[in-house]
């Protein structure tokens, strides 16, 4: 089974962790949540999030992908974690997959993942000229290992993309299915 990595930093977009974490977990896939600071951690519309592990313990595993959810505060806090961004640079460097949907791209840009590459973001999350990417007009864009998403409202998709990335065309359709018939079946 796929093992997922999920950072939370206080203001993450609620929508957008949730979307993440729930697909992959539908899709099959093992997810881990770290906070970056101890307890629990609050989303940008309130709701709690209990991390799984804190974020040293996370950290020393081994992901398969790890996803970032947007919102602000939380972007530029994981941006200004050099945790964080060792952890991203390592994962990448290693081979792993990678994503980021909504502001979330920055803290990719800061770990210097996205130059040379194609990906979507928030309109205003990047300067096209500070961080060497190709911003595409789209909700998903797919680039190799990375996978970014535009913003809150396809937060469905990206988990979506990042459950076909790590298990396959048969897998997205089999957890999009789940999704529709509002099943809460695990694979």
Partial sequence: MPKALVPLAPG???????????????????????????????????????????????????????????????????????????????????GGWVGAVCAAPRVLASAGILSGRRATCYPGALDHLAHGAELVDAAVVRDGRLITGRSAGVALDFGLALVEALLGPAAREATEARLERGGNARP
């Avoid at 709690?48 to 992908?65: I, M, N, Q, R, T």
């Avoid at 919102?71 to 806090?77: I, T």
């Fill in 12 to 94: 993450c977009e609620d929508l957008e962790a949730v979307s993440i974490i729930d697909v992959l977990r539908r899709g099959g896939v093992e997810v881990v949540t770290a906070g970056t600071a101890s307890g629990p951690v609050r989303g940008a519309r309130g709701v709690v999030f209990h991390p799984d592990a804190p974020w040293d313990e996370a950290a020393s595993s081994a992901y398969d992908l790890v996803a970032l959810p947007g919102g602000q505060p939380c972007s530029d806090r994981l941006r200004d974690d050099p945790r964080v961004l060792r952890l991203l640079r390592g994962h990448w460097d290693g």
